[in-house]
DNA sequence: GTTGAAAAGGGTCCCGT
DNA sequence: ACGGGACCCTTTTCAAC
């Protein structure tokens, strides 16, 4: 169930996937010197134990009409309604991540919105009536990188 | 080239395809009452435009060793330092993602180590060497959600 | 757990509209 | 920009090793 039913293999394919969703599976089982049907069964087997959760595209947010993008970090006026803001949370579209966090924010979510002033719409109208004690709006404005996580079994 | 240029089926190929990037372009097509030649120009019509920038599976960080995950907001001791640190960073394979952002850090990035002594190994040795002032580290211990933005261009 | 082969289906390209 | 069709490659399954 964990990573230490992985073998080279394993991490030969996922290291050849990951960052090309649609990379034909006989390409990979060229690269690999195995039959086709032995990556198909590898991937359905990483899918079954979970490590492969899914796939998708990873689309340009400006290029689709998100301009801002924000970590925001929010202090709840109490403990005890923790699950309930964050089902409130999931509800709002602009919001698409939200972390449980140590330190100094009870809650950090990633808030992309199609200006400044739309991202001042969300955090006063959606976010604060929630249930907030105090918000503190972190601007992302330069995304300097993004990368995969290194996959090594051997 | 931005997101005006882009019509309802555009849209509909997107909503699509974002969540399931190996889903059989005719199945899209017959989704949208559309040749399969046309979701092909469609899908490479947005890759040239830069909308689609890429595939990816999605991973289990803890099904492949990495059970911790923390944002870390960095002070640099000199802001000219700002581009060589990136640089840096971008070199330290846990070091997953990284943010120029406004409000109390010069720089956020998010990090994955293996447990909590490797993330402390990780910023002891090999943040702070390159420049920081001091760092604060928040700590993800639960992934509340995660999501899509939404895409609606009609 | 892996293979090769067969059947079914999808991706890609070209031409016509 | 889209549709139809042809061709080739890929996916998927399965018996056999």
Redesign the pocket.
């Known amino acids: 169930m964990a990573y230490h039913d992985l073998?080279e293999?394993d991490g030969k394919i996922l290291k050849l996937i990951v960052n090309n969703a649609?990379?034909?599976?006989?390409?990979?089982?060229r690269e690999c010197?195995?039959?086709?049907?032995?990556?198909?069964?590898?991937?359905?087997?990483l899918v079954n134990l979970g490590v492969i959760k899914g796939s998708e595209f990873i689309l340009d947010a400006e290029k689709i009409g998100y301009e801002t993008c924000a970590y925001v970090g929010l202090f709840l006026v109490s403990p005890s309604s923790f699950d309930s803001v964050v089902k409130e949370l999931e509800k709002i579209p602009e919001v698409v991540e939200c972390y449980y966090t140590t330190g100094q924010y009870d809650l950090l979510i990633k808030v992309f919105a199609k200006n400044n002033k739309d991202l001042l719409r969300i955090i006063h109208s959606q976010l604060q009536p929630l249930g907030l004690a105090r918000t503190e709006t972190l601007m992302c404005f330069k995304d300097a990188f993004r990368k995969k996580l290194p996959i090594d079994f051997s």
């Open positions: 073998d293999l649609r990379i034909p599976f006989l390409e990979v089982a010197g195995v039959s086709g049907a032995a990556i198909h069964q590898r991937v359905q087997k």
